[in-house]
């Protein structure tokens, strides 16, 4: 039976609920479980493939969202990649957008053998923020397609990213797309689960300035207690943020490209793609618009697009100014703020440097659009 507060409305007040006589800073590092072990469920047809595929097995977290919408197709129509669930959390839109929007994306790609599942419907313990204004009120650019046919598994998001992991230890890498909360929920609540996950590859922060403020990513702005949690978990990252995805700029020959293919996620991302750039050039932008999530999918399908370094990746939490930012040490020793005079607590001492995410410092655009474009329009020439 699931727990009274797995239900969508309360993630934020039944977790301040679990965290209550707890600081910030002990919430967002220490463990504790908020739910019991979910009870086996019977094994999906996605899981069933899992065990006779060497693709990686992947769970996605996402937002859907233009660019998640083709994240979404990248995955489901690549090879490499074995996608156990799908998982949705509010970010991008509203969860009562952004849910139908992950299920429509599955029938799209006649995947409906893949459980997706709702999540968070709020930051932990923020108000929400949304992102309309760059993805229309639907999240596809205004694109109106059929409502989903399917409907999402009964577990809460949290609740199937432990119960998957779980049942492939050490084999299982989480893909986030959007704010963290969801991973955050599932990292709190089953203290083995860090352990458990292979790693995390994420569409989130920047070491080279925000675009929501001039410190923070969206998706860490949106939920950076959730982001504190999850870079703090000790599982190893990836993190593919705006250093990397703002060089990635859909323009019109890909669309082009899309428009000439029949399938359906080819007239589903053409559409998109084409409602999108319109939107752009009616608020007079002159590039195009940004395929930050698909980037970061592609880390897994073909790390050579990328060019990675290591680095420490903290969030700031506290600032009125910083919060989300994501603050990276390329070396130690690593300092925080001096302590203020008359303050009670000592200087924190230096610490050991001890890189835990590797971070998209570069990327072959080129190679990055082929691969998408390819994918989706089912083109097999160029996916060498």
Same mark, same amino acid.
Not at 104 to 117: F, H
Not at 261 to 273: C, D, F, L, Q, W
């Given at each position: ?16 609920? /679990? ?25 999906? @047809? ?9 693709? /990686? ?14 994240? #979404?197709?990248? /995955?489901?129509? $690549? ?8 998982? %949705? ?7 009562? &957008?952004?849910?139908? +929007? ?16 709702? =999540? ?24 109106? #397609? ?23 230890? =050490? ?17 709190? !609540? ?8 292979? $790693? ?5 922060? !920047? #070491?080279? =300035? ?8 969206? +998706? ?7 982001? $504190? ?29 899309? @428009? ?9 991302? %053409? =559409? ?6 319109? !939107?752009?050039?009616?608020?007079? *932008? ?8 698909? #980037? ?24 009125? &100014? ?18 203020? *005079?008359? !303050?009670?607590? /000592? ?8 890189? +835990? ?25 160029? +996916?060498?």
């Amino acid at each position: 039976m699931k727990p009274d507060w797995f239900q969508r409305t309360p993630d934020r007040r039944m977790f301040l609920k /679990a965290t209550t006589g707890s600081a910030i800073a002990a919430m967002v590092h220490g463990p504790s479980r908020a739910f019991a072990a979910p009870d086996r469920l019977p094994r999906t @047809e996605a899981s069933h493939r899992a065990e006779t595929t060497t693709a /990686a097995k992947v769970i996605i977290d996402t937002d859907p969202g233009v660019d998640d919408a083709f994240a #979404l197709m990248l /995955a489901m129509r $690549s090879p490499e990649l074995n996608v156990l669930a799908i998982t %949705a959390v509010a970010g991008n839109l509203p969860l009562e &957008i952004t849910l139908p +929007n992950a299920l429509r994306m599955v029938e799209i790609c006649d995947r409906t053998d893949i459980p997706v599942a709702s =999540g968070a419907a709020a930051p932990l313990i923020r108000r929400q923020v949304t992102a309309s204004y760059a993805h229309g009120e639907n999240g596809l650019g205004g694109v109106k #397609l059929p409502p989903p046919k399917i409907t999402a598994v009964k577990e809460h998001a949290a609740e199937l990213i432990c119960r998957i992991v779980l049942e492939h230890p =050490g084999e299982v890498t989480l893909i986030g797309l959007g704010p963290l909360t969801n991973l955050a929920l599932a990292l709190r !609540s089953e203290p083995g689960l860090a352990k458990a996950i292979k $790693s995390i590859v994420l569409m989130g922060g !920047s #070491l080279s =300035g925000g675009n929501v403020t001039p410190a923070a990513e969206f +998706n860490f702005y949106v939920d950076p207690e959730a982001a $504190s949690i999850v870079f703090n978990s000790e599982v190893p990252i990836t993190m593919v943020g705006l250093d990397v995805t703002r060089k990635v700029e859909l323009t019109e020959p890909y669309i082009l490209q899309l @428009e000439a293919a029949t399938n359906k996620p080819s007239r589903a991302a %053409a =559409g998109i793609a084409r409602a999108i750039m319109a !939107s752009y050039r009616g608020h007079g *932008e002159k590039g195009g618009p940004t395929l930050h999530d698909p #980037l970061a999918v592609s880390a897994l399908i073909r790390p050579d697009i990328l060019t990675f370094e290591s680095y420490r990746v903290q969030i700031e939490t506290n600032g009125l &100014i910083t919060a989300g930012e994501s603050v990276g040490w390329k070396r130690g020793p690593i300092r925080y703020a001096a302590a203020f *005079e008359n !303050s009670p607590g /000592a200087t924190p001492s230096d610490e050991t440097f001890t890189a +835990n995410t590797q971070v998209a410092v570069d990327v072959r655009p080129d190679a990055f659009f082929r691969l998408l474009v390819d994918r989706i329009t089912g083109n097999t020439q160029n +996916n060498g």
